[in-house]
């Protein structure tokens, strides 16, 4: 059954529980941290799994065989559990007698709290809960992805509220620049679609193609016509004006990006942008703005540099809150996450872009994430398990059956030990016995992923000490090309 997707070791576990055994109950959570950067997180992904692999009938006599060869192989002795497979297959009709219960994708959930539960249904496949283990805990990675670009949302919103007094834009912001930058098609594809639940501004095509599939999402993200160094190079070092006028010709309605630092970024604003194209560039319009882009040195000094050339240039103008804007019809677009306002610039004048930092440069233990038994049956008797590691606590696990409310006063708590109630649960039953009993769209998920007030109270500027986020983010949006 899906050899690929299962860890191997989960093969041999249903010869170790203890007899007698009827129900295994386990939890997913991203663990609280006190030196956490990130102190909540964004469930989404579980829907794309469940959908992938286990909806259905995904057990067949053929994959019995194929599996059973497949291990006799692997474990060099016969540990395989045809017979529990061939259960399935004939009690079941091939679907899996489990039940998922999942805080709804796009929520926002404090570290620490139970984002899903895992049971059996059925008495005879206690063994089945911990064996899609591997599968499951794969949701590390875009519940990541999406919780790192939604603290980027944060950063950028605070910004531009404090340097043009409104947030229009503020969904463009970020651009998705990572494709290249992950190891599979399927990470982009997660990735992707994880960036998209807070931003609607990609190049990540395998993303896009997930929304639509997977979220019912007829296009979840935009882009527009960029050069590369390839495309400016290949018309020689002596030609770079005319790389430049072509773009500008064939792509004479709409915004262009292209990136002008193959040789000499400065000179190229100031030379080429600002002198010899100087009438073509202040022709176009705000919907049609040239987007320069510089690609490489410090991203800070640079940026400020190019602005400051460019405002020569062109000039600049005060915008209503009193930061300095470009001409309408001219933007940067940066691979790298800068604070502008110290110059006096709005953050309306540039777009971000973030490669492998935002969907690659990651991992299972950025946010701790884990899954964890915590209850069991065996001859009908419940009993809360745990684990408790003397040599580190902040490994111990919740115990007994969970739920999760919002207590009195707003704040989502988890309650263990099987004594929540019902109606309070914010966990909703997902999947059982093989059919997805909930879908969520990709709209509901951005809906519930929203940012809130207390996002964007203004910057604070006055402290010496930067915020551990602020770090990260100069630290993490690096490279967009």
Request: glycine share 8%; net charge negative; charged share 25%.
């Given at each position: 059954?899906?050899?690929?997707?299962?860890g191997?070791f989960h093969?041999?576990h249903?010869?170790?529980?203890?007899?007698?055994?009827?129900?295994?109950y386990?939890?997913?959570?991203?663990?609280?941290r006190?030196?956490?950067?990130?102190?909540?997180?964004?469930f989404?992904g579980?829907q794309?799994?469940?959908k992938?692999y286990?909806?259905?009938?995904v057990?067949?006599?053929?994959?019995?065989?194929?599996?059973?060869v497949?291990?006799?192989?692997?474990?060099k002795?016969?540990?395989?559990d045809?017979?529990?497979?061939?259960?399935?297959?004939?009690?079941?009709?091939?679907?899996?007698?489990?039940?998922?219960?999942?805080?709804?994708?796009?929520?926002?959930?404090p570290?620490?709290?139970?984002?899903f539960t895992?049971?059996n249904?059925d008495p005879?496949?206690?063994w089945?809960?911990?064996y899609?283990?591997t599968?499951l805990?794969?949701?590390?990675?875009?519940i990541?992805?999406?919780?790192i670009?939604?603290e980027?949302?944060?950063?950028l919103?605070?910004?531009?509220?404090?340097?043009?007094?409104s947030?229009?834009?503020?969904?463009?912001?970020?651009h998705?620049?990572?494709?290249?930058?992950?190891?599979?098609q399927?990470?982009a594809?997660?990735g992707?679609?994880?960036?998209?639940?807070?931003?609607?501004s990609?190049?990540?095509?395998?993303?896009l193609?997930?929304?639509?599939r997977y979220?019912s999402?007829?296009?979840?993200g935009?882009?527009?016509?960029?050069?590369?160094?390839?495309t400016?190079?290949s018309?020689?070092?002596?030609?770079?004006?005319?790389?430049?006028?072509?773009?500008?010709?064939?792509?004479?309605?709409g915004?262009?990006s292209?990136v002008?630092?193959?040789?000499?970024?400065?000179?190229a604003?100031?030379?080429?942008?600002?002198?010899?194209l100087?009438?073509?560039?202040?022709e176009r319009?705000?919907?049609?703005?040239?987007?320069?882009r510089?690609?490489?040195g410090?991203?800070a000094?640079?940026?400020?540099?190019?602005?400051?050339?460019?405002?020569?240039?062109?000039?600049?103008?005060l915008?209503?809150?009193?930061?300095?804007v470009?001409?309408?019809?001219?933007?940067i677009?940066?691979?790298?996450?800068?604070?502008?306002?110290?110059?006096?610039?709005s953050?309306?004048?540039?777009?971000?872009g973030?490669g492998?930092?935002?969907?690659?440069?990651?991992?299972?233990?950025?946010?701790?994430?884990?899954?964890?038994?915590?209850?069991?049956?065996?001859?009908g008797?419940?009993?809360d398990?745990y684990?408790?590691p003397?040599t580190?606590?902040?490994?111990?696990?919740?115990?007994g059956?969970?739920?999760?409310r919002?207590?009195?006063?707003?704040?989502?708590?988890?309650?263990?030990?099987?004594?929540?109630?019902?109606?309070?649960?914010?966990?909703v039953?997902v999947?059982e016995?093989?059919?997805?009993?909930?879908e969520?769209?990709l709209?509901?998920?951005?809906k519930n992923?929203?940012?809130?007030e207390?996002?964007?109270?203004?910057?604070?500027?006055?402290?010496?000490?930067?915020?551990?986020?602020?770090?990260?983010?100069?630290?993490?949006?690096?490279?967009?090309?």
């Amino acid at each position: 059954h899906h050899d690929a997707s299962d860890g191997v070791f989960h093969i041999t576990h249903y010869k170790q529980y203890p007899p007698n055994v009827n129900r295994v109950y386990s939890y997913f959570e991203c663990r609280r941290r006190k030196d956490a950067q990130f102190n909540e997180v964004v469930f989404f992904g579980l829907q794309y799994l469940l959908k992938k692999y286990l909806t259905g009938p995904v057990i067949t006599e053929e994959k019995i065989q194929e599996a059973k060869v497949f291990y006799q192989l692997h474990f060099k002795q016969a540990v395989f559990d045809e017979e529990g497979w061939r259960q399935v297959l004939e009690k079941h009709d091939g679907r899996l007698p489990i039940r998922i219960k999942a805080v709804p994708e796009g929520k926002i959930i404090p570290r620490g709290n139970v984002l899903f539960t895992v049971e059996n249904t059925d008495p005879d496949f206690f063994w089945l809960t911990n064996y899609i283990e591997t599968m499951l805990v794969q949701m590390w990675y875009p519940i990541t992805v999406a919780t790192i670009s939604r603290e980027f949302k944060k950063i950028l919103a605070k910004h531009l509220k404090a340097t043009s007094g409104s947030l229009e834009g503020l969904d463009f912001k970020l651009h998705d620049f990572g494709y290249r930058g992950v190891s599979s098609q399927e990470s982009a594809a997660l990735g992707g679609a994880a960036h998209l639940v807070n931003f609607c501004s990609t190049d990540t095509v395998a993303g896009l193609l997930m929304a639509q599939r997977y979220y019912s999402c007829p296009m979840a993200g935009f882009s527009i016509p960029a050069a590369e160094h390839s495309t400016i190079i290949s018309w020689g070092r002596s030609r770079e004006k005319e790389a430049f006028e072509r773009l500008l010709d064939q792509f004479p309605s709409g915004p262009v990006s292209v990136v002008s630092d193959s040789y000499d970024i400065f000179k190229a604003c100031k030379y080429i942008w600002g002198d010899k194209l100087k009438e073509r560039v202040m022709e176009r319009s705000e919907d049609s703005a040239l987007v320069i882009r510089p690609d490489s040195g410090d991203p800070a000094e640079t940026l400020i540099e190019v602005i400051k050339i460019l405002e020569e240039c062109f000039g600049s103008s005060l915008n209503s809150v009193g930061y300095k804007v470009l001409p309408s019809y001219l933007r940067i677009i940066q691979g790298d996450g800068i604070d502008l306002n110290d110059e006096g610039w709005s953050a309306e004048n540039v777009f971000f872009g973030c490669g492998s930092a935002l969907l690659q440069k990651l991992n299972r233990d950025t946010l701790h994430c884990a899954f964890k038994c915590s209850y069991v049956e065996s001859n009908g008797k419940g009993m809360d398990v745990y684990k408790q590691p003397v040599t580190d606590p902040s490994k111990g696990s919740k115990r007994g059956r969970l739920s999760l409310r919002r207590n009195s006063d707003g704040f989502i708590e988890t309650v263990e030990r099987g004594v929540g109630k019902p109606e309070e649960d914010l966990l909703v039953t997902v999947f059982e016995n093989g059919t997805i009993l909930q879908e969520y769209s990709l709209d509901d998920i951005r809906k519930n992923a929203r940012l809130w007030e207390e996002d964007l109270a203004p910057v604070q500027h006055n402290s010496n000490e930067p915020k551990p986020l602020e770090l990260h983010h100069k630290h993490i949006m690096n490279g967009v090309h």
